[in-house]
């Protein structure tokens, strides 16, 4: 992925729907339809910001089978690398973006008898579209949905009016929380269990999915890290023969895109695996921040992530 | 290629117990029992309180008589003997449709056996990494006949006339999981009577 596959598209509404969390609709800035997607799919934002480039990824929570329009939901972060503040802050009706095609990882499993679907917060937006796939299917489902009050429930009217008593609140100012115990020890053989939200929400599903004996082929979860801060360092691209400068607040692969040298991509959030890249010389140590590659190979240091993993070292030699 | 060194003929392995399972249940024919009776020790053995949650379907091979004796020591409720493969599998059908995640299936006897317990678990999305099998017993085939789609029993013949269409079949070693069975084609389609020497090979 490069930006010469991206889509043009132009903003044609904004809804602040909580405090937090903005809700944009995108159109073919051609007026013609975008290009089809499941469920599960996220598509990156490249955004034109006064210093410096963003791509985020933000999933796609309108339904497939509408493709006039995309719509995304956006949390503002409090400590933005300033993608979410440019969203909420630069972008308005009729402001013009560039983004990538939608792309999947984050799909329902197709012959599963039944879904049970858990979301955090803004983690709720892939189910969105997830939900449109099944609710008019035979496949039994259900939606846990835990958000810190009542104000912060971002579409939960849209959820009332279509899924009714399939959603299942959880009001962390009420004290609420999810009996994962309960819930994974008693579903039925063939159920898959779909999970997005914070990390801890996340960790807490896959450990009590694998005490209650889940297989990790029946556990789903996906979180898009944004790439934390770290020291500066310097990369050298053995390829491209370039030294490059990684400021403490730009991750690895935006420092190398800004240099002029292209990293394939799928999702810049650590979990697609596609941006994988040899190590060739390291002196130091490499911080893997990434879901994608196993600790052992993390351990082994010959390759790194570039989207959000970085490192700590006198001098790095990528394949680049 | 047109027979052997085809990818999809399933390899097994010695059965073991998968310990990250909550629920066991077991599969066993004929002497795949003996198999069955490995793993409850090596559940027994683990302290594991899944022993009693752990429910086992037996079929002798034919001819030998209806029994449980072997697993009586265990004092497990849920031992239950049937008649013929397909009174097992009928159940087999019921226990999985009450069962819950977290269960892992060992299916231990021919590779037909298996096959046709594996064909029930995909249709309740039963994964490969919650079903471990081994094979025991004879290594005759199910061979489905890709031009009239009958399935002939207990082929031994590298050759076989099919049952539903009496074509010769020459048996491949593609293993359809779905059909729970090696496709087999027709043998003389070039030259009809001319057929390649027949040999028994799976016994």
Redesign the interface.
């Known amino acids: 992925m490069n930006d010469a596959q991206t889509l043009a598209v132009e903003v044609a509404a904004i809804e602040q729907v909580t405090s937090l969390i903005k809700h944009f609709k995108l159109a073919s800035a051609d007026g013609g339809a975008l290009p089809a997607f499941s469920g599960g799919s996220h598509i990156i934002v490249v955004m034109h910001g006064a210093a410096r480039m963003h791509r985020n990824p933000y999933s796609l929570l309108s339904s497939p089978r509408e493709l006039d329009h995309y719509e995304i939901g956006v949390r503002r972060m409090e400590e933005s690398r300033g993608g979410s503040h440019f969203m909420h802050d630069q972008v308005r009706v009729g402001s013009r973006l560039e983004i990538a095609h939608p792309v999947n990882l984050f799909a329902l ?1 197709k ?3 039944k879904h049970v679907l858990i979301a955090g917060g803004i983690g709720i937006t892939p189910f969105l579209a997830q939900l449109e796939d099944l609710h008019d299917g035979a496949v039994p489902y259900e939606l846990h949905y835990s958000v810190r009050s009542p104000e912060h429930a971002a579409f939960l009217t849209r959820l009332r009016e279509r899924e009714g008593e399939k959603v299942r609140m959880y009001y962390d100012s009420e004290n609420q929380a999810v009996d994962f115990d309960g819930l ?9 269990i779909y999970v997005c939200g914070p990390a801890g929400l996340i960790n807490k599903v896959i450990a009590t999915a ?1 005490s ?7 556990v789903h979860w996906e979180q898009f890290s944004a790439p934390p801060v770290g020291d500066a360092f310097d990369v050298f691209l053995s390829r491209s023969r370039l030294t490059v400068h990684v400021p403490h607040d730009q991750s690895l692969m935006e420092s190398i895109e800004a240099a002029g040298v292209e990293v394939p991509y799928l999702c810049r959030g650590g979990v697609c695996g596609y941006c994988q890249t040899r190590v060739l010389e390291l002196d130091g140590e490499l911080k893997h921040y990434d879901h994608f590659l196993s600790d052992a190979e993390k351990a082994k240091g010959d390759s790194i992530m570039p989207c959000v993993s970085r490192a700590r070292c006198k001098s790095l030699v990528l394949d680049l | 290629m047109l027979v052997t060194g085809i990818k999809s003929k399933p390899v097994y392995a010695s059965l073991r117990a998968d310990l ?4 066991h249940l077991m599969l066993g024919m004929g002497p795949g029992a003996a198999a069955l009776l490995r793993v409850l020790a090596e559940i027994q053995g683990s302290a594991s309180s899944a022993l009693q949650k752990t429910r086992v379907l037996l079929v002798p091979d034919a001819g030998a008589a209806l029994t449980t004796i072997a697993f009586d020591h265990l004092g497990l409720s849920l031992v239950s003997p049937f008649p013929d493969t397909a009174s097992l599998l009928a159940a087999f059908r019921l226990v ?2 009450e ?6 299936l060992y299916v231990a006897g021919p590779e037909s056996f298996i096959g046709l317990a594996m064909k029930i678990a995909l249709e ?7 079903i471990r099998a081994e094979e025991v017993g004879t290594l005759a085939r199910r061979v489905y006949c890709i031009h009239c789609r009958a399935t002939t029993e207990n082929v031994r013949n590298t050759i076989v006339t099919c049952t539903g269409c009496a074509r010769w079949l020459l048996v491949r070693d593609h293993y359809s999981r779905r059909l729970a069975a090696y496709m087999g084609v027709m043998a003389d389609a070039e030259a009809p009577g001319e057929l390649p020497p027949v040999k028994v090979v799976y016994l």
């Open positions: 499993d012959i599963a008898r994974l020890s008693n579903q039925p053989l063939g159920t898959h694998k209650c004996g889940w297989p990790d082929s029946h | 990250g399972g909550r629920y999985l449709d069962s819950l995640m977290g269960t892992r309740f999305d039963l994964n490969k990494d919650e």
